[in-house]
């Protein structure tokens, strides 16, 4: 589509600015969230912050788990590619981020960061983590429309991408703008856990609400995906397997969520 | 009162580098670390300043300056490593075997550069 624009004479990425856009929206409607539980701009832009180091560490981290052997190629031969072409190859190696990556980068950073800050309580922060991450990943997916990467499988019905020079294999094939459905859902994922989030439903629990919600809604997109090098693993992708990890972690929590709250009722029960 | 004034000062100059280093190559990503720095110690200091009811105008600066340069970091950093399709493409074609074909066609892409240094590693 447009992958990139021309800005005071330098070629822009379209994924960049929509990444940005979504990083800035996230900032101002986590601001307001946050002072729900009494959380000042300063330090939520800190634990913005901590978040952010962890999205962006393992985004990459995942990514270049998915390119062991272009990793291993440029070790291989340091010795003939030292220095630019090295550092090219390892930047093609590690360069692409994944959003589960991204995801559970972020969740460690909140976790970590609120471990040795009492300012804030850790469940609350990761309420509004659970609010904000479908809104931002609502504008990484338009970045990948837009860029023509994490494109669909060839169909009558999408659109045909010509020219594109950063990806591309999308070129000149009708294909599903699954891109563009998975943004529509994490849209729709976005109002409801906001709404959850506005009514005090499921507090503490947000975050493993939305690993229950988001990963089977992957899990079924990622049949409708036609870059089939983001790799496979015994018949299921890379994001499948963690969407199926995901769903079990967050199940577990909800059960050590109930167990360790259970109802006053039934403790009064057990006292008498 | 004077470690937050500090702070704020450093908060400020890492803005400054922050914009400026995002528009450049290697700068970008040196603006990610700076802007990230830079929110943090600009955050830190503007909540001390009010706290001591003393201007936090610098502070705010600083904040500004280290988010917009932050944004522009994020937005340079994908351009220049926005080849994840070659990368991926290569790790296909390692592993079945076909990493001779699959390097020149990198080289292709990448220019003669590293095509020299492709080619003088499969000789």
């Known amino acids: ?272 | 009162m004077q470690n937050t004034k500090t702070l704020a000062i450093v908060g400020l100059i890492l803005g400054i580098v922050t914009i400026v280093a995002s528009w450049f190559w290697i700068g970008c990503f040196i603006a990610i670390v700076t802007g990230i720095v830079g929110i943090i110690l600009n955050a830190k200091a503007k909540k001390g300043l009010q706290a001591n009811g003393e201007k936090t105008a610098m502070a705010v600066v600083g904040l500004i300056l280290s988010i917009v340069g932050l944004v522009c970091g994020v937005i340079m950093s994908i351009v220049y490593a926005c080849t994840a399709c070659a990368a991926a493409a290569l790790t296909q074609a390692a592993s079945d075997g076909t990493l001779e074909s699959a390097l020149n066609g990198l080289s292709d892409e990448l220019g003669s550069e590293l095509g020299d240094a492709l080619t003088s590693a499969l000789s």
């Open chain 1, 1 to 272: 589509m447009f992958p990139t624009i021309e800005v005071f004479g330098r070629e822009i990425g379209m994924y960049g600015i929509c990444v940005a856009v979504g990083l800035l929206l996230c900032g101002f409607v986590g601001t307001l969230l946050a002072k729900k539980f009494g959380i000042v701009f300063e330090d939520f832009i800190i634990v913005f912050m901590a978040a952010l180091i962890g999205l962006f560490l393992f985004a990459h981290i995942v990514y270049a788990m998915t390119n062991i052997p272009l990793i291993i190629v440029a070790f291989k031969y340091i010795d003939k590619l030292w220095f630019k072409p090295f550092m090219t190859l390892i930047g093609q190696a590690v360069g692409g981020m994944v959003f589960y990556g991204g995801f559970i980068g972020g969740g460690l950073g909140i976790v970590i960061y609120t471990h040795f800050s009492k300012l804030m309580k850790r469940e609350n922060v990761l309420d509004v983590y659970a609010v904000l991450i479908p809104l931002f990943h609502t504008f990484g997916r338009i970045g990948c429309f837009l860029a023509g990467c994490c494109y669909g499988i060839e169909s009558e019905f999408g659109f045909t991408v010509h020219n594109n020079h950063i990806n591309p294999s999308v070129n000149d094939v009708n294909r599903l703008p699954i891109q563009l459905i998975e943004a529509g859902c994490n849209l729709i994922i976005f109002f409801v856990i906001l709404w959850l989030f506005k009514n005090a439903v499921m507090q503490d629990r947000l975050v493993y609400l939305y690993m229950l919600i988001y990963p089977p809604v992957r899990f079924t997109l990622e049949f409708f995906r036609g870059d089939e090098y983001r790799g496979i693993y015994f018949g299921l992708s890379t994001s499948q397997w963690i969407s199926i990890g995901l769903v079990i972690f967050s199940i577990a929590m909800l059960i050590r969520y109930h167990i360790k709250h259970k109802t006053p009722a039934i403790q009064e029960e057990r006292t008498e």
